[in-house]
């Protein structure tokens, strides 16, 4: 077929029926310059937003229930004399730009409270700072690092009296954080 010289500036009313038979309504601005060859027949319901970019040729089809947990040390491995004791410092920011509400606060200041002071309350008893922050701008530090009240060195297993320690788990448990 040789085309003509001069087209039609509208379309015909009676198009061939070879090219498709369910031709699209609206057709895309930007196809893929690599289409599939064979589509699947069942799609995932909720695709991943950010795919990985080294995906495995093989995968498992079944996960394992037992996964490999790193070694751990052995009691025996420990060695707490007074001269391989080595200080810790622990600084726990907490991030409150999520505007809790006052019930929520109090459950997750509860939740702070108690593990601090099993932390403080451990025979290592590290200097423990507490800090919260919104934004860079609303910075909170609860619990400082300096605190001779909390975190004291010079006493020699930095331990907390229990009243101490009912002041420290207070001041953590009362703060604000909504």
């Given at each position: ?8 500036k509208?379309?015909t ?6 090219p ?11 196809p893929t ?49 007074p ?41 290592a ?6 800090i ?5 701008n ?31 788990t207070?001041?953590v448990?009362?703060?604000k954080?909504?």
């Open positions: 077929l040789i085309p003509t010289e001069s087209p039609t509208l379309p009313s009676t198009p061939t029926k070879t498709t038979f369910s031709p699209t309504t609206r057709p895309t601005d930007a310059k690599i289409p599939t060859k064979i589509p699947t027949n069942n799609p995932t319901q909720s695709p991943t937003k950010t795919p990985t970019l080294s995906p495995t040729n093989i995968p498992t089809n079944i996960p394992t229930t037992q996964p490999t947990v790193p070694p751990l040390p052995e009691a025996a491995d420990v060695d707490d004399t001269c391989n004791t080595v200080d810790v410092d622990m600084v726990f920011l907490v991030d409150n730009s999520c505007n809790l509400d006052a019930s929520e606060c109090s459950i997750q200041q509860q939740g702070i409270a108690t593990f601090l002071a099993a932390i403080k309350s451990s025979a008893d590290p200097r423990v700072a507490y919260a922050y919104a934004t860079l609303l910075i909170d530090v609860v619990i400082d690092i300096s605190d001779s009240r909390f975190n004291n060195l010079s006493n020699p297993n930095n331990n907390l009296d229990p009243q101490t320690l009912q002041e420290f207070d001041r448990r009362n703060y954080c909504g």
